[in-house]
């Protein structure tokens, strides 16, 4: 063919050595050959470029609206409607609170909120998200603001917050349109849980002063430098001011906790008590509106109570956002962060609540989402904006069937802009920080959260603490670093330090606990489905009962399995674990070929004469890989093999030590390792007169291929006319012995020609096998006719 000539010419130019081992194939009479193709390059490559197709149903992805909106009805309606509402009066608050947060002007929040829910249902595949300003991105956008207020005196805040959003925006996009939303997959859920706890430990405290109504020099500074500012300016606080937000923030828990305990009390009304609770937010804000206008309705200028103040009507600051290199340097440490806090929020809600309704979300699609948002919210004067949880969970118990709600929300955001800044005006900052604290302590992780994460996996807990302590005692910004390298390097040091198992055989049944009276009895069931060979740790590692007896398949054959994938991090350790137990379980096999003491090698200068315990030791015959957690292997890892195999056939001379490998599931494994020269059967190359030598047994697993001439069908028939079965047992074990022998029990009947089978695996590398049963049948079956 033209493709093995070209193939054959540039080995010939290049020098290279071809192996035509692939053609050593046994003939079979009863069962059909099956020869395993190679994977190409260019078959690699197909997969790798997109068809038309494939481009088509992308760019139809990326509106994941066009999917529903075609089947949008009444009753979809009432419920956004009621949802859309329902969250626009909490959002109105929040954001203009949030803003605060974030260093600027109140209507910022309301230009974030309204952009946020308004463009969102476009690409959304989350129904219960809200994306809208939040306080901890608000917190580290006031972070940014303030620092570049001392780089750049003269750029407004808004402007750095803008330009913040359309960078962070940018880069978000970017990574959804590459459909790269796994990223989000390394930030674990111990570190989202420690930056969310941190995270409003550190807002609540700094929103302490200004609930009492007391000026402190950096209320974002760490929350034990506020508490000690904060006590030290105590007797200067604010009488009004103190009032009204401690007040408020008591009257939120009440109306809260009222309303929790109404709805166990009256269930049938459960729903309405929701909405009350829900509106809670709305209900003091408008409550302390009227007492502070109450209270300065008659000094204006000079407020009695701190007040927001005046608040521009509709879209005021709606620009083109103003970005360059000198205000990208003023935040570019500080982006990082930036993004992977919009990350962690929005798509651990949408995930959460995603499991909670039963759908699933597309983490690369809410990149786009999120990312969209941000590159045009800017535009009317937005800065960064997130998934909000407690808004979200307003939105889901409030009955959202679509995502089609948050432009009903828009509606409501749009309405407040417009008709309600005179409102604005009077609301008291203390209420602001109030609703502040009382959304953020929601977030913090209650104890039984992190007693289950001890239960586990106990460093995750070590891990947890770190973040938030770090959070508290320092910045958001670090404590999301110090939790995600910390997760980072317990998956590095587990790939790494990862340690596989030396299994053995054990004979297993099948037992089956019946309910007899008042007692469960366990009846074991003797059938030929019942009794087979198991594979357990000799060590009983895995948890096992100790009391069973586990061992080798045969002296000298060893099965090991890996723990986690075999690449280069973890390699060696793999490796360096599987000889220093055949090391010590066997004995060389001709300490002769040693040599005199003088000419070995000085970490094998043992005396040729065997010790007194060696004689009890096997010589090394076989090992067999369990390739069941293996995906593929890179080319150290290949290496590896070839150097520890080399090493091996040295220690075994003048024999050979044959590799069988099973469970492996991916074809490029198959041909990295067979580009190793592994997979086929050793030849005697140093002593080919050697009793044994030449007879290889080819053993492999065969499938009946169905009809009305299939094996299963043959013995249906026979079975009728009272035919007994002689069958053949390829994996069996002897009781006494402990190998694994051919005895009867194989569903193939005695006459072949009755049946239609084939080989699974191909049979051009006999030593790549079906399972592990297999396997080792197969190690056992050619160990025994060594000679040695």
């Not at 419920?79 to 002007?105: E, R, W």
């Not at 069937?401 to 800044?421: K, N």
Request: hydrophobic share 45%.
């Amino acid at each position: 063919m033209p493709g093995a000539i070209s193939k054959d010419r540039l080995t010939k130019v290049f020098g290279l050595e071809t192996d035509n081992r692939d053609d050593d194939v046994p003939s079979i009479s009863n069962a059909d050959p099956f020869i395993e193709p190679e994977p190409s390059v260019p078959e690699l490559i197909k997969e790798i470029i997109p068809s038309r197709r494939d481009v088509g149903r992308y760019i139809y992805n990326l509106f994941p609206f066009i999917h529903w909106i075609g089947k949008y009805n009444k009753t979809w309606f009432l419920g956004d409607l009621i949802a859309g509402v329902t969250v626009g009066a909490v959002v109105v608050p929040q954001s203009m609170a949030y803003a605060q947060l974030a260093a600027l002007p109140p209507e910022y929040g309301l230009y974030s909120s309204f952009m946020g829910v308004l463009i969102y249902w476009f690409f959304a595949t989350s129904k219960d998200i809200t994306i809208g300003p939040v306080a901890v991105m608000s917190q580290v956008t006031g972070n940014v603001v303030i620092h570049a207020a001392e780089v750049l005196p003269n750029v407004p805040g808004h402007v750095v917050a803008s330009a913040l959003a359309v960078i962070a925006g940018a880069v978000i996009t970017f990574l959804g349109l590459a459909r790269l939303g796994w990223l989000v997959e390394f930030i674990s859920l111990p570190a989202i849980c420690a930056f969310m706890t941190g995270s409003a430990i550190n807002i609540a405290f700094g929103q302490l002063s200004k609930l009492l109504g007391i000026k402190i020099p950096n209320s974002r500074a760490a929350p034990y430098i506020v508490i000690i500012d904060t006590l030290q300016r105590f007797p200067k606080a604010k009488g009004l001011d103190a009032a009204l937000g401690v007040s408020s923030l008591a009257m939120l828990y009440l109306i809260r906790f009222v309303c929790s305990y109404l709805s166990k009390r009256y269930p049938h009304r459960q729903k309405l008590f929701f909405f009350i609770s829900t509106l809670r937010t709305a209900f003091v804000i408008l409550l302390y509106v009227g007492i502070s206008a109450g209270l300065n309705i008659h000094h204006r200028d000079d407020p009695r109570v701190s007040i927001v103040g005046k608040v521009p009507t509709g879209f005021q600051h709606a620009e083109v956002p103003e970005i360059n290199s000198s205000i990208i340097s003023a935040f570019a440490s500080e982006l990082p962060a930036a993004i992977i806090v919009m990350l962690i929020e929005h798509i651990a809600i949408s995930k959460s609540f995603g499991r909670i309704n039963n759908y699933t979300i597309i983490p690369s699609q809410e990149l786009v989402a999120i990312g969209v948002t941000n590159l045009l919210g800017p535009f009317l004067g937005a800065y960064p904006a997130t998934g909000s949880f407690s808004r979200t969970a307003i939105k889901s118990k409030a009955g959202v069937r679509t995502p089609f709600a948050g432009v009903i929300t828009a509606i409501v955001v749009l309405l407040a802009l417009y008709a309600l800044p005179a409102v604005f005006f009077y609301i008291p900052n203390s209420a602001l920080a109030a609703v502040i604290i009382h959304a953020v302590l929601d977030v913090i992780t209650p104890p039984r959260v992190v007693y289950q994460f001890w239960r586990v996996a106990p460093h995750e807990v070590v891990i947890f603490f770190a973040g938030v302590l770090v959070t508290i005692f320092n910045t958001i910004e670090t404590g999301v670093y110090v939790t995600m390298s910390l997760s980072f390097a317990v998956v590095v040091i587990r790939l790494f330090l990862s340690r596989g198992r030396m299994l053995g055989i054990a004979r297993i049944r099948t037992a089956e606990a019946r309910h007899n009276g008042k007692e469960d009895e366990a009846v074991v069931e003797d059938s030929e489905t019942s009794l087979r060979t198991g594979f357990l740790p000799l060590d009983h590692a895995n948890g096992t009962n100790p009391t069973v007896p586990v061992h080798s398949p045969y002296p000298g054959v060893f099965i090991y399995r890996f723990a986690e994938g075999f690449n280069y991090p973890n390699a060696s350790h793999y490796l360096n674990h599987l000889t220093d137990v055949i090391f010590k379980e066997t004995r060389r096999t001709d300490p002769s070929l040693l040599g005199r003491m003088g000419d070995r090698p000085w970490n094998e200068a043992s005396s040729t004469a065997n010790k007194s315990d060696d004689a009890n030791r096997p010589i090394l015959k076989a090992i067999v890989l369990d390739f069941s957690t293996v995906n593929n292997i890179d080319v150290t890892a290949a290496q590896t093999l070839i150097d520890v195999r080399n090493q091996l056939d040295r220690y075994a001379a003048p024999e050979i030590v044959n590799w069988h490998f099973a469970n492996i599931e991916n074809r490029w494994t198959k041909r990295s390792l067979a580009a190793a020269g592994f997979g086929y059967r050793t030849p005697q190359k140093s002593n080919p007169d050697a009793p044994g030598a030449g007879h290889w047994k080819t053993i492999f697993s065969i499938a009946d291929l169905g009809g009305s001439d299939s094996a299963a069908t043959t013995a249906m028939y026979e079975k009728s006319r009272g035919v007994q079965h002689t069958r053949k047992d390829i994996e069996q074990m002897d009781s006494n012995s402990g190998d694994i022998s051919p005895t009867s029990d194989r569903d193939v009947p005695t006459d072949p020609s009755s049946a239609r089978l084939v080989a699974i695996h191909g049979l051009n590398r006999p030593l790549f096998h079906f399972d592990l049963q297999e396997a080792v049948e197969a190690a056992v079956a050619n160990a025994r006719d060594k000679p040695y």
